[in-house]
């Protein structure tokens, strides 16, 4: 096929044009060959064209695709079922991509404060760095510049701090504030975890003041950091929590859990979507959760994310092109070191030329995001591809 150019130019067009994939492999409109650990950025949790999931795509297929939230549909209702009973929250509002369930955290948020205490209680403190979605809310409730500049007017009542900086997050709080929101990991800018101590204060400070803490799983979620969601590392619990890109594991599926004393300002109405928890999404959700969240699964993250860690950090200590690896489970990043800042897009490329695919986490950090299913041989062969490149641009 003719590759025009009819798509918006906020994407830039990519050399590399994958059209098959199976498990950790792609192959380009070329023929060429690919590892893929960058999991189509947190989303192909599984694989790609996984047998499983292909199976209750199809089989949905066959049933019922689409009646709109005026009729409740049964996919829908099981997997809500599922997140429940393996999480925090009581109730689940499904969506399509991460930013309408941060878009919806915040809603309900404001609206709970609202409901509770006055239309005073409003502001959100959030995260300089974060990255939370590109609509107008969420652009705004994310903590960077260049992704909200020139789209003012911007929603207001909405304040950033230093991320993993207690002091600044308690100087930053009041009566006024509904809500802190968090990614317990930072991963679009350079996947940097939240220290324990900073999640536990947030969570304080926050039922010390009447607000909520609403946390963005969309990225660390489902699996990725070696349990189903990232927060429970830290024993802390969240009010509400957005999950997305892995909970579909490659088709479009988002949601935002909450408490059910919270989700009670989610009154009848009050709040919706036209595709949110189709029955074809949550059909495929439901089966990935079943093959995420299970035994073998946490053994394979475990088992990869070791080889994966030392072997960035053994990278690092030959090339002195990073200065080591951090992240948890199989959400990674290669920090480079500070005379190579700036430069993880040039090395995402020289990587997609040895044949692995790895990505950005903005420009001084190489992140990695495989399938929580990759084999041992196609890590190491992704791995051995990556240490080529590396070399190379370390060499030129
Ligand atoms: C990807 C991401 C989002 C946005 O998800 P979309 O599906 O692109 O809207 C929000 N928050 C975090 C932490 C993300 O990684």
């Not at 994407?11 to 590399?16: G, H, N």
């Not at 100087?171 to 800018?189: F, R, T, Y």
């Not at 959700?285 to 035994?295: H, M, Q, R």
Request: with cysteine.
């Amino acid at each position: 096929m003719q590759i025009t150019n009819h798509i918006t130019p906020n994407f830039t067009f990519s050399k590399m044009i994958p059209q098959k994939g199976l498990g950790s492999r792609i192959w380009d409109v070329d023929g060429k060959e690919y590892v893929d650990l960058s999991g189509g950025i947190a989303v192909n949790a599984l694989g790609h064209c996984n047998p499983d999931l292909i199976e209750a795509l199809t089989e949905q297929a066959k049933t019922l695709w689409h009646c709109s939230n005026i009729y409740t549909n049964l996919p829908s209702q099981e997997l809500a079922k599922k997140l429940v009973d393996n999480s925090f929250a009581d109730k689940v509002f499904f969506c399509n991509s991460g930013a309408e369930a941060n878009e919806a955290a915040a809603k309900l948020a404001r609206k709970y404060a609202h409901d509770n205490f006055g239309e005073k209680k409003a502001r959100i403190i959030t995260a300089i760095n974060s990255f939370h979605g590109r609509t107008l809310f969420t652009v705004t409730l994310g903590g960077q510049k260049k992704y909200s500049e020139g789209f003012g007017p911007l929603p207001g009542a909405i304040d950033h701090v230093p991320f993993n900086d207690i002091e600044a997050l308690e100087k930053a709080m009041g009566d006024d504030v509904c809500a802190i929101m968090l990614e317990p990991i930072q991963g679009e800018s350079g996947v940097l975890p939240a220290t324990r101590e900073y999640l536990k204060a947030a969570r304080d400070l926050a039922t010390r003041h009447d607000a909520l803490l609403i946390l963005d799983e969309v990225q660390t979620g489902m699996g990725h950091t070696g349990k189903l969601f990232c927060h429970e590392h830290y024993g802390v619990l969240p009010d509400i929590m957005s999950s997305a890109k892995a909970l579909g594991s490659g088709f479009p599926l988002a949601a935002m859990l909450a408490t059910d004393k919270v989700a009670a300002s989610f009154t009848p109405g009050s709040h919706g979507s036209t595709f949110g928890g189709n029955p074809l999404a949550t059909a495929v959700g439901s089966k990935a959760f079943d093959l995420i969240n299970s035994e073998a699964t946490y053994k394979n993250i475990e088992a990869r994310s070791k080889e994966l860690m030392q072997r960035i950090d053994a990278i690092a200590r030959e090339t002195g092109v990073f200065t080591g690896a951090r992240g948890m489970g199989l959400l990674v990043g290669a920090v480079l070191v500070p005379e190579k800042a700036g430069e993880s897009g040039k090395l995402k490329d020289f990587a997609l030329d040895e044949g692995v695919m790895v990505l950005q986490a903005g420009g001084n950090v190489v992140r990695f995001a495989p399938s929580l299913l990759i084999t041992e041989r196609d890590l190491a062969e992704g791995l051995d591809r990556f240490e080529r490149a590396v070399k190379k641009y370390a060499a030129c």
